[in-house]
């Protein structure tokens, strides 16, 4: 029998599982990327020229995962935070034109495109603010105030023991 909150993780696992049909990238959002580097990536035939993933574009894009079982890379920010989930190539069902995943304009590189985009952005945001949250190290608005007024008071403080001390002398 499973704990209340290793059945909700055990349920998040399946789920994740089930939408993305892929079981061998993150399941949670508390995994890594899946970047496997001593692997032989399958050829795939795009156009006249055999193509396959590399390496190196785990190097360029830290946020990719590849999945060896679907030769397909997916979005790791955008499966586990994204709001709304437009973009299903690659989110659910992974991406596989490598053709599309090099050049320097976002017209001929997704993976360029994807990462100047707005969607993207939030979930990177999202992540971001999850990882504060739970290693504690997130401030909510009220904590920063307080700490640029504790900041403040104690520059004031400085401030005046200087005016202090030139009152002493000069008197």
């Given at each position: 029998m499973l704990s209340k909150s290793e059945g909700h993780a055990h349920e998040e696992k399946i789920s994740s599982v089930q939408l993305l049909g892929a079981i061998d990238i993150s399941v949670?959002?508390?995994s890594s990327p899946v970047?496997?580097?001593n692997i032989k990536f399958p050829l795939q035939l795009i156009g006249k020229q055999y193509r396959a993933f590399t390496v190196?574009?785990?190097d360029k894009y830290p946020w990719i995962e590849y999945s060896q079982s679907k030769d397909a890379?997916?979005?790791y920010?955008?499966?586990h935070f994204a709001k709304d989930r437009k973009e299903p190539a690659f989110i659910r069902e992974g991406f596989r034109n490598w053709k599309k995943c090099y050049g320097t304009k976002r017209g001929d590189n997704k993976l360029l495109q994807h990462n100047a985009s707005f969607q993207h952005?939030?979930?990177v945001d999202a992540h971001a603010h999850y990882i504060a949250?739970?290693?504690?190290?997130?401030q909510s608005v009220v904590e920063l105030q307080g700490s640029a007024r504790a900041k403040l008071v104690k520059e004031n403080r400085q401030y005046m023991c200087t005016v202090c001390q030139v009152l002493l002398v000069t008197a």
């Open positions: 949670t959002k508390d970047q496997p580097r190196s574009l785990n890379i997916f979005w920010y955008c499966r952005s939030e979930c949250v739970k290693t504690g190290t997130f």
